[in-house]
């Protein structure tokens, strides 16, 4: 795993220009004042001479600025934030969804339960860096992409990575990297370049006809990467209107803070290829940071496969099928309300009516792009007008447009950013949500990577496919032995449950 690492394990990463590690740390250089990634091609300092630090921002606080030849922050993110559930990681799902940049300090606080003094001292002391610092790190990086990879005017740039002013972002921008905005903008080279940047699309960003903004970036992703695989998942699970995917590509409506976008993504081979049209600039910070989650971008697949793959049942399953991935959530509500309808019924019937919702309850897009038409239903629009759409049992009807209620109303709240213990404690303490929709939605919102929903009757085909035990007590105690990747593990069950016996 690619945590709790000494520093010699560290080192060692360095010593072999270990590309996997990129972006779990970055590493400093005393005598020259640089920090880099850890695959970063130059010699190797000696180690009197290095200090490690968990983030960029850490390092930018002791002084230190970004190496020009690796570029430390075009990486993928920490799988720690994944991983960890501590108010560290916590705070870093918030960070890179731009709420400092909306809310400030005190907002992101509030959202972990903690004083913006308290919540200083723990980032300081955890990442070494507070909040500010931390989300400057982000929107300088934010920036930096967008310099190199679109035609964007500097002033558009400044604002849509959250600068309050123009020099606020120049100042920022001189002091992490060493260089103007100019200077870095005339750094861009040609993809086929040795570790030429990953960001970088070949498509320049314009005007939409619709008013808003459109922006073509490309993601990296930490490999190996089963994007079949997620794809796969999210095109037997899209509904019309709302999205649309195939084996190679995925699309979608989503309201984010700014107002509604639209989104594409496809897979290169190498990266994820971001194609989105926002009402403002300002929604590409949280709009990256939901596809990434949504895709499972920052996950460790080798530590993972590993850990799988020593177990005997699964290790066919891993050869098959390497860097399978979780697929996330964009939207944590919406999320909640899938589940709850999907709850004891196929993924096809959970599809018919999922679209009947958003098609009777969603807002239509004034625009409507390559078939996306309409945007899923918030919880208010489905407490309003769900009750005449959703079918099946009473009760199960009356608590789904409960809990839509409650979360219109702020009674109920989910974010990526929840504790796991308390999230889940929230939702099975509502009517009608149990432990399998619970554990659903914290693999799905929290990419917790330690769930294993032994109720689930796919999984449980899956798991005496692979012949592993098939009741709910038993499996769970299999499972134990795969912690904390359990998630991951009912991945490949539930691919399995497809298979005829024998087949792998």
């Avoid at 091609?41 to 630090?53: D, H, K, Q, S």
Wanted: net charge neutral; charged share 25%; proline share 8%.
């Amino acid at each position: 795993m690619l945590v709790v690492m000494d520093f010699e394990q560290r080192y060692r990463a360095v010593e072999t220009r270990d590309p996997r590690f990129d972006g779990a740390f970055v590493l400093a250089v005393r005598t020259t004042g640089i920090y880099c990634r850890p695959s970063c091609p130059a010699r190797t300092p000696l180690p009197r001479n290095v200090e490690f630090f968990p983030t960029g921002a850490a390092a930018h606080e002791s002084g230190y600025r970004a190496c020009k030849r690796c570029l430390p922050d075009a990486v993928p993110g920490s799988p720690e934030w994944n991983l960890r559930s501590d108010v560290a990681a916590r705070a870093m799902r918030l960070i890179g969804d731009g709420v400092v940049e909306r809310e400030g300090v005190p907002g992101l606080s509030r959202r972990l339960g903690y004083t913006s003094r308290h919540l200083n001292r723990l980032l300081t002391a955890e990442l070494g860096a507070a909040p500010l610092a931390l989300a400057r790190a982000h929107r300088a990086q934010t920036a930096r992409e967008l310099l190199v990879a679109t035609d964007l005017p500097v002033s558009e740039i400044a604002f849509a990575a959250g600068f309050g002013s123009i020099r606020q972002f120049n100042d920022t921008i001189a002091e992490v990297y060493d260089r103007t905005p100019s200077q870095l903008r005339a750094t861009r080279r040609p993809p086929t370049t040795e570790l030429s940047e990953p960001q970088v699309a070949i498509a320049v960003p314009g005007s939409d006809k619709s008013g808003g903004t459109r922006v073509r970036l490309a993601l990296p992703v930490r490999g190996p990467f089963d994007a079949g695989g997620v794809f796969a998942w999210l095109d037997a699970r899209a509904v019309p209107g709302v999205e649309s995917a195939g084996i190679d590509r995925y699309a979608r409506t989503l309201l984010l803070p700014s107002g509604p976008a639209t989104f594409e993504v496809r897979w290169d081979g190498e990266r994820l290829l971001l194609d989105a049209r926002l009402a403002s600039l300002a929604d590409l910070t949280p709009l990256v940071a939901r596809v990434r989650r949504l895709f499972d971008a920052d996950a460790d697949p080798v530590g993972i496969d590993e850990a799988l793959s020593r177990h005997a049942e699964l290790a066919p399953r891993v050869r098959a099928v390497p860097g399978i991935r979780l697929p996330g959530a964009v939207d944590a509500h919406e999320m909640l309300v899938r589940a709850l309808v999907g709850q004891q019924i196929s993924v096809a019937a959970a599809r018919t009516q999922l679209t009947r919702l958003a098609a009777a309850c969603g807002t239509a897009l004034e625009e409507p792009i390559d078939g996306l038409t309409t945007l899923f239903p918030t919880p208010a629009q489905l407490a309003e007008h769900g009750r005449p759409v959703l079918v099946g049992p009473r009760v199960r009807t009356e608590n789904i447009l409960a809990i839509a209620g409650r979360l219109a109303s702020g009674e109920l709240d989910l974010s990526w950013a929840d504790d796991p213990r308390a999230q889940h404690d929230r939702l099975v303490a509502e009517p009608g949500i149990g432990e399998w929709t619970a554990g659903y939605v914290a693999m799905r919102v929290l990419g917790d990577p330690d769930v294993l929903p032994t109720g689930d009757v796919a999984l449980r085909k899956g798991a005496a496919n692979l012949g592993l035990p098939a009741s709910p007590g038993e499996l769970a105690a299999w499972g134990v032995r795969v912690s904390p990747w359990r998630s991951y593990a009912s991945l490949h069950l539930w691919r399995a449950s497809t298979l005829m016996t024998g087949d792998r």
